[in-house]
Each structure stands twice: as structure tokens, then as C-alpha cells.
């Protein structure tokens, strides 16, 4: 396999866990708030601890794949 075609599977599936999980995290959240909206700080800090740890996660993903490309 190409070193160019694995990083950019690589990178393909460092972009699309973390889009995953947000799509997730959001369904999860609305569907929370549906439920129960009173419930709106404890969901909210939830969803923002959730979020942080995709983003971070898909930060040093791509930061490795770009290591590994140069």
C-alpha cells in the first residue's frame, strides 16, 4: 500500500470518529432535553465534557498523521 493512501485513510478516519461522536453526543442531548428539560445544566455539562475529549482526541490524531506524513 502507498504511504500516501494509508495516511489518508488514517487521516479520513481521524476526521470522521470525532464528527461521529458529536453527531451522537448532539441526538443524545436533544433527545435528553426532550425528555426532561429541566435536567438543561446537568445535559449541557455533560455534552461540553464529551465534546472537549472528541475534539482533543481528533487533535492529536491529526497532529501524529501529520508527524507521519513529514
Known amino acids: 500500500m502507498d504511504k500516501n493512501l494509508a495516511l489518508l485513510i488514517i487521516f479520513l478516519f481521524c476526521v ?3 464528527c461521529w461522536v ?4 448532539g ?5 435528553a432535553l ?3 428539560p429541566s ?3 446537568k445535559v449541557f455539562v455533560a455534552m ?3 465534546l472537549v ?3 482533543a482526541a481528533a ?3 491529526m497532529l501524529i498523521v501529520f508527524q507521519l506524513f513529514y
Open 16 to 18: 470522521l470518529g470525532p
Open 22 to 25: 458529536f453527531a451522537q453526543c
Open 27 to 31: 441526538k443524545a442531548s436533544i433527545n
Open 34 to 36: 426532550g425528555r426532561n
Open 39 to 41: 435536567s438543561a445544566p
Open 48 to 50: 461540553i465534557i464529551v
Open 53 to 55: 475529549f472528541a475534539q
Open 59 to 61: 487533535i492529536v490524531a
